[in-house]
């Protein structure tokens, strides 16, 4: 098992590109997740989904779209990249959100924007 | 304003010692705690949760402490080894946030041998 994985591991962006992030996730797992983690803070979740078809915001969504067209998948799209979107991007997936279930984590994408 | 705090940036703990991480919250209505460990270039990894009925749960040379009335937690690992040397993240899930994690701003422990 892969487990989680994310492409790519690292991007350069100029201000105003767009691009996706695809997250891929092997357990069967019906919930997914995008964070975000920047110097100094915690993860910040960006977005959610808990099942195929559907998609939520978290705390921090702006300037970000998600789909999740497959149980397996979960893409983030930025649609105009900016400077303060700069950061680590973490994908994770579980179980359920409501149990004890644990987050299983991908290795991260680094995104820097021009 | 930050919800979950890791108020130590660093720790520095000699091998074979104990490693005591701490986590303060300010929201009761989180009701389940957890800590990750995290290596550089990987995702977090889950380490060890608790209930916010119970306050201790002991896995191996991990212990986590709950002291609900002063909304702090703790993590105790004994003895410290090298493969410790990570940076851990405390989470709380909320209730009152749809069971959202709210992470804190993780701590790096550094073992020295």
């Known amino acids: 098992n892969a487990g989680v994985t994310q492409t790519p591991k690292f991007r350069v962006l100029k201000t105003g590109q767009s691009m996706t992030l695809l997250c891929a996730q092997d357990?069967?797992?019906?919930?997914m997740y995008w964070y975000r983690q920047d110097p100094g803070m915690g993860l910040r979740l960006i977005h959610y989904s808990v099942g195929e078809g559907t998609t939520a915001k978290g705390e921090v969504p702006d300037g970000y779209n998600v789909s999740r067209l497959k149980k397996q998948n979960f893409l983030l799209g930025l649609e105009s990249a900016a400077p303060s979107q700069t950061s680590v991007y973490f994908c994770?997936?579980?179980?359920?959100?409501?149990?004890?279930?644990?987050?299983?984590f991908g290795p991260g994408t680094r995104l820097t924007v021009l | 304003d930050q919800q979950v705090k890791q108020n130590s940036p660093s720790l520095s703990v000699q091998e074979g010692r104990i490693s005591i991480l701490n986590c303060d919250y300010t929201?009761?209505?989180?009701?389940?705690f957890l800590w990750y460990k995290k290596y550089p270039a990987e995702g977090p990894t889950f380490l060890i949760s608790i209930s916010s009925i119970k306050d201790k749960n002991e896995d191996g040379r991990f212990t986590v402490f709950l002291n609900k009335s002063a909304k702090h937690l703790s993590l105790h690992i004994v003895p410290s080894q090298p493969g410790d040397s990570a940076v851990y993240f405390c989470?709380?899930?909320?209730?009152?946030?749809?069971?959202?994690?709210?992470w804190g701003a993780g701590t790096k422990l550094i073992i020295k041998p």
């Open positions: 989470a709380a899930r909320g209730v009152d946030s749809n069971y959202q994690l709210i």
């Open positions: 357990m069967n797992h019906e919930y």
């Open positions: 929201n009761s209505m989180f009701d389940y």
């Open positions: 994770a997936s579980s179980y359920r959100m409501r149990g004890t279930d644990t987050q299983y």
